[in-house]
């Protein structure tokens, strides 16, 4: 079982509006919020494969009397792939409220964010250096972008002979494992839960304003958490925040108990470690120790693209946005392609007593009439679910399996290290990526320009001889590779 348990109550409506949420970004042109990093064996899969997968998950955490959706890595990645969408929904609610709601509600949930104290130390320790942090910083990230280049090449010369593939053996006993949760628990809890009083006392939402919209998924994710009141091992409803709170980390954190440690169980360590890996980024590159990881990753995503293509009807291509949106919408919403299907599905629900806009976690029902009827129309079914005429062929290009290229991390995807335009606070960096060429020095850090280069020398020399001497100490740039992926691994 994947699941130990279906979902339920207020996280179970958490969950579907994720899904439904699914059925839009998906056909988004210019974004990959449907495909997060942190979960490359599902954001690596062309948007028609995410959807399918979105959609067997759906049924098997929300349908009381559907089996549990199958234990398999690629449906057991898209569930974790749902929930990390989540998180990235709540890190833009966090950094776009400003100017969107009243000081007082922003002094709030800043408090509350200020209670996490011990990660906060974490963060400023991270700095602390014999000289500049930020020349730190930038000297690191161009030695792993630099060597992440060279191993990228390395790799694919190499083709299967990186070695296999073993999850990293955990030294750690359950006391061990037991003090970190308890750790986690005392960042979450510190200071004790808010009060009902105080809950009670949060002034009503103006519908004219723009609060409930700038709250949105933190108010259904604090609904989720404060139904949470027999957790084990500890219950999410003493959580120190509500709605408010300004810290995406506490609210992550809250929300993998929620939905991925009490409830994501993968048996076996090598599945368990491709579904948890994390982003595949420079430091991945960076770091020889992981070829095998990559080389698995990349076959593994290989071999399902292969076989879903070979099933892939693209005479169905909105099949499973409508199964998402007959389960989970709460609005009626479609392009003109699929409107006559949608009117059909809504008269099918009134019949049955079925108000969408009210009965909204009766899924299994839900699901039955989307079965009645989801072959009575198939005009439409060719085209995205919210595809407007003018972007017919756009997305149908898009659509298609075997053309899709996922926009994950290129180590050859460089742009100049040049100060751009701009002076003083207003200074933007250069962000051109053509005709690039290395310091001649250091033959590591790139600029597009002859100009580039002379207005950012008077910072580049003082790392420029430090990076020549480190550029050919693989070993030194592969324990940086490390330290940063160790830190970049933690949900702010």
């Not at 776009?96 to 400023?124: I, K, M, P, Y």
């Not at 919209?213 to 925040?241: H, I, K, M």
């Amino acid at each position: 079982m994947p699941l130990k348990t279906k979902l339920r109550g207020a996280a179970a409506r958490l969950f579907a509006e994720i899904c439904e949420e699914y059925i839009n970004i998906a056909e988004e042109l210019e974004s990959c919020r449907d495909a997060p990093d942190d979960v490359p064996l599902f954001s690596y899969l062309s948007p028609q494969q995410r959807l399918s997968l979105v959609k067997d998950v759906m049924i098997g955490a929300l349908c009381q009397d559907e089996p549990m959706f199958p234990d398999t890595i690629q449906h057991n990645a898209a569930y974790l792939g749902i929930i990390h969408v989540l998180y990235s929904h709540i890190e833009a609610e966090v950094d776009c409220e400003d100017g969107l709601v009243e000081e007082d509600f922003l002094e709030e949930g800043q408090r509350q964010a200020r209670l996490l104290g011990s990660f906060s130390g974490f963060r400023s320790s991270r700095t602390s250096s014999t000289h500049d942090s930020m020349f730190d910083f930038t000297e690191e990230r161009e030695l792993m972008e630099y060597r992440a280049e060279k191993n990228h090449k390395k790799l694919q010369e190499r083709g299967d002979n990186v070695g296999e593939f073993k999850p990293e053996s955990v030294n750690r006993n359950s006391f061990e494992d037991q003090m970190e949760l308890f750790k986690k628990m005392e960042d979450l809890c510190v200071g004790g839960p808010i009060s009902k009083k105080d809950r009670d006392n949060i002034r009503p939402f103006d519908d004219e304003l723009d609060e409930k919209y700038a709250y949105r998924w933190r108010l259904l994710c604090d609904a989720a958490l404060q139904e949470d009141t027999a957790g084990t091992p500890f219950p999410l409803s003493d959580v120190n925040f509500d709605f408010r709170c300004s810290s995406a980390y506490k609210w992550n954190e809250a929300l993998n108990f929620l939905f991925v440690d009490r409830c994501l169980q993968i048996s076996d360590p090598k599945e368990r470690a491709l579904v948890h890996c994390g982003e595949i980024n420079q430091f991945t590159y960076a770091n020889p120790d992981k070829f095998p990881l990559i080389r698995e990753i990349n076959r593994h995503v290989d071999i399902l693209r292969k076989v879903y293509e070979k099933k892939w009807n693209p005479d169905r291509r909105s099949f499973d946005q409508r199964c998402i949106f007959a389960l989970t919408s709460s609005e009626i919403y479609c392009g003109p392609a699929n409107h006559d299907w949608v009117v059909a599905f809504f008269k099918k629900c009134l019949k049955q007593n079925v108000d969408i806009s009210k009965d909204s976690n009766n899924y299994q029902k839900r699901l039955q009439l989307f079965r009645e009827i989801a072959e009575e129309l198939p005009e439409g079914l060719k085209i995205p679910f919210t595809c407007y005429p003018s972007e017919v062929q756009e997305k149908l290009e898009k659509w298609q399996p075997s053309k899709f290229v996922s926009e994950a991390y290129n180590p050859n995807d460089h742009w100049c290290s040049g100060p751009g335009d701009g002076h003083g606070f207003m200074a933007m960096p250069c962000t051109k990526k053509d005709n690039l060429r290395a310091c001649t020095r250091c033959k590591v850090v790139l600029y597009c320009s002859r100009e580039c280069q002379t207005r950012h020398w008077k910072h580049h020399k003082l790392v420029c001889k430090r990076i020549a001497d480190t550029r050919k100490d693989k070993d030194q740039i592969a324990e940086m590779a490390r330290n940063n992926e160790n830190i970049a691994n933690i949900r702010f």
